[in-house]
C-alpha cells in the first residue's frame, strides 16, 4: 500500500511550472530530515514519523480515484512531491499509477532531493520532469547523505529536469551559496539555465527576510529566481 499525506488542488508555487493548475499528490517518508531548516523542513507533517498515522493508506485504484476526484474537468499538471516520492519508485501499486498519469497526458513533475536513483528504463519515469531539490549545507544534512553522485548524474543524463536550491541570507552573504553551487556546477557539469534558487521561508516572515538577499544573488549569478507563491499568499496553511 502507499502512504499518501495529502493529495489536492492549487497552482504550483514553485520552480519552472509556478503558476500552473496542478493537482499535488504528497507521499509519506523520507529518507532524509533537514533538520537545519529552522528544526524540521517544511513538509515534516510527510516526514516526521509521528505523522506516518496521518497517512493515508491506498491501492493503485483507490489513489486513480482520488486524484481524479481532485482533478478539475480541465487539464492540470501533475506533482509528486513528498517527503520524498522516489522511495516508492519501485514499488509495483506506485509504478501502476505511473502509467496510468503517463498515458492520461498530464504534464508530471517529481520534486526529489536527487538522492536515489531511478529506473529510467521504465518509460513512465523517463517521461517526467524532474525538480532535483539538492540539499546544501544549510539543511543540516551530512554531504554523503544529501548528494549522491550517482544518482545526480543519472538525472543529468536521462531526464528533463531543473535545479531548485533553498538559500537563506546567511548561506548568500557568508558566500557559502555560491561556493556550494559552484562545486556541483563543475562536478556535475549544471548550466545556469536550469537552476533555480530559493528563499527558504516555512512562513511568511520567514520567507521575506530571505528573499531580497536570494533574488539579488540569482541577478549576479545569472540564475532563475523561485519564488513560493503558496506561502505568500497563505503564510503556514496546508494544502494549498
Ligand atoms: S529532503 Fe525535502 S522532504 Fe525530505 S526532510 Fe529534506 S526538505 Fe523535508
Known amino acids: 500500500m502507499l502512504s499518501v499525506s495529502e493529495i489536492f488542488y492549487s497552482l504550483q508555487g514553485e520552480g519552472r511550472y509556478a503558476g500552473r493548475p496542478s493537482v499535488f499528490v504528497r507521499f509519506g517518508g523520507c529518507n532524509l530530515r533537514c533538520e537545519g531548516f529552522g528544526g524540521k523542513c517544511d513538509s515534516y507533517y510527510a516526514v516526521d514519523a509521528s505523522f506516518r498515522e496521518s497517512w493515508g493508506k491506498y491501492d493503485t485504484k483507490r489513489l486513480i480515484a482520488e486524484y481524479e476526484f481532485k482533478k478539475p474537468y480541465l487539464y492540470a499538471d501533475t506533482v509528486l512531491t513528498g517527503g520524498e516520492p522516489t522511495l516508492w519508485f519501485k514499488d509495483a501499486e506506485f509504478r501502476e499509477f505511473a502509467e496510468y498519469l503517463a498515458a492520461s497526458g498530464t504534464l508530471v513533475s517529481v520534486e526529489t532531493n536527487a538522492t536515489k536513483e531511478i529506473d529510467f528504463g521504465f518509460a513512465p519515469f523517463a ?3 524532474y525538480a532535483l ?3 546544501l549545507s544549510n539543511s543540516g544534512e551530512a554531504k554523503e547523505s544529501r548528494i549522491n553522485p550517482a544518482a545526480l548524474t543519472s538525472f543529468i543524463k536521462h531526464s528533463n529536469h531543473f535545479f531548485k536550491f533553498v538559500l537563506d541570507a546567511d548561506m548568500v552573504a ?3 551559496a555560491k561556493e556550494e553551487i559552484d562545486e556541483l556546477k563543475n562536478e556535475f557539469g549544471i548550466v545556469p539555465q ?3 534558487c530559493m528563499p527558504l521561508g516555512a512562513s511568511k516572515e520567514e520567507l521575506l527576510g530571505n528573499a531580497k538577499s536570494v533574488f ?5 549569478e ?3 529566481y523561485s519564488d513560493r507563491v503558496h506561502i505568500r499568499v497563505f503564510d503556514k496553511k496546508r494544502g494549498v
Do not use: L, P, Q
Not at 216 to 220: I, K, Q, T
Open 127 to 129: 517521461n517526467f520532469v
Open 133 to 135: 531539490s539538492v540539499k
Open 174 to 176: 557568508s558566500g557559502k
Open 194 to 196: 536550469n537552476i533555480y
Open 216 to 220: 539579488e544573488f540569482c541577478v549576479e
Open 222 to 224: 545569472r540564475y532563475c
